[in-house]
Antibody, heavy 120, light 110 residues
Framework: EVQLVESGGGLVQPGGSLRLSCAAS????????LSWVRQAPGKGLEWVSG????????YYADSVKGRFTISRDNSKNTLYLQMNSLRAEDTAVYYC?????????????WGQGTLVTVSS | QSVLTQPPSASGTPGQRVTISCSGS????????VYWYQQLPGTAPKLLIY???QRPSGVPDRFSGSKSGTSASLAISGLRSEDEADYYC???????????FGGGTKLTVL
């Protein structure tokens, strides 16, 4: 059974940093792309970033480009999202999502999410 | 403002058929597959339809997807109370080199 467990969320001040993690199990981790998708309180889904199975290809939404960095450690079956220069509008539940192929393709499994709150 | 356009709400009575539309452009729906996700209250999204009209195992055949040009639709037949949820369409956008979602449609079963 595919399991994705996010951690690392919390309260951070504007301009601060946070690193999210997503521990995966139940599938061959390095064979699948992964993405982060966020949902602001009461709002819709927004794709944030994606990374291919080997880690060689990464993609970012314009809203986070230059501030967020996605990475993965295939030896630890873990996905990361380093978030710098955080803004109030980054407040959201951040979901880790497994892609259906080795590329940043559609999301066939989702974690339960971790809440990030950016506030002073 | 979402790149893909969905109606904010839809409703129906038990047993009815409802459709939810998703409008995009040539850089997303016009050239790439459409996916639909269901988000029940307080839970994570779940894949409902992939590659325009395919259902993952376990998804009832009451749910169906279609696409024409730069628009797509999700149809739910034999509406049930447990279908009350938010529904999102998504597609890869070649111009943005990223995934785009619709704003979501809140389905109410009256």
């Amino acid at each position: 059974e595919v399991q994705l467990v996010e951690s690392g969320g919390g309260l951070v001040q504007p301009g601060g940093s946070l690193r999210l993690s997503c521990a995966a199990s139940g599938f061959t981790f390095s064979s699948f792309g992964l993405s982060w998708v966020r949902q602001a309180p009461g709002k819709g889904l927004e794709w944030v970033s994606g990374i291919g199975g080997s880690g060689g290809s990464t993609y970012y939404a314009d809203s986070v480009k230059g501030r967020f960095t996605i990475s993965r450690d295939n030896s630890k079956n873990t996905l990361y999202l380093q978030m710098n220069s955080l803004r109030a509008e980054d407040t959201a539940v951040y979901y880790c999502a497994k892609c259906s192929t080795a590329m940043v393709s559609n999301f066939d499994h989702w974690g339960q999410g971790t809440l990030v709150t950016v506030s002073s | 403002q979402s790149v893909l356009t969905q109606p904010p709400s839809a409703s129906g009575t038990p047993g009815q058929r409802v459709t939810i539309s998703c409008s995009g452009s040539s850089s997303n729906i016009g050239t790439n597959y459409v996916y639909w996700y269901q988000q029940l209250p307080g839970t994570a999204p779940k894949l409902l339809i992939y590659r325009d009209n395919q259902r993952p195992s376990g998804v009832p055949d009451r749910f169906s997807g279609s696409k024409s040009g730069t628009s797509a639709s999700l149809a739910i037949s034999g509406l049930r109370s447990e279908d009350e949820a938010d529904y999102y369409c998504a597609a890869w956008d070649d111009s943005l080199s990223g995934w785009v979602f619709g704003g979501g449609t809140k389905l109410t079963v009256l």
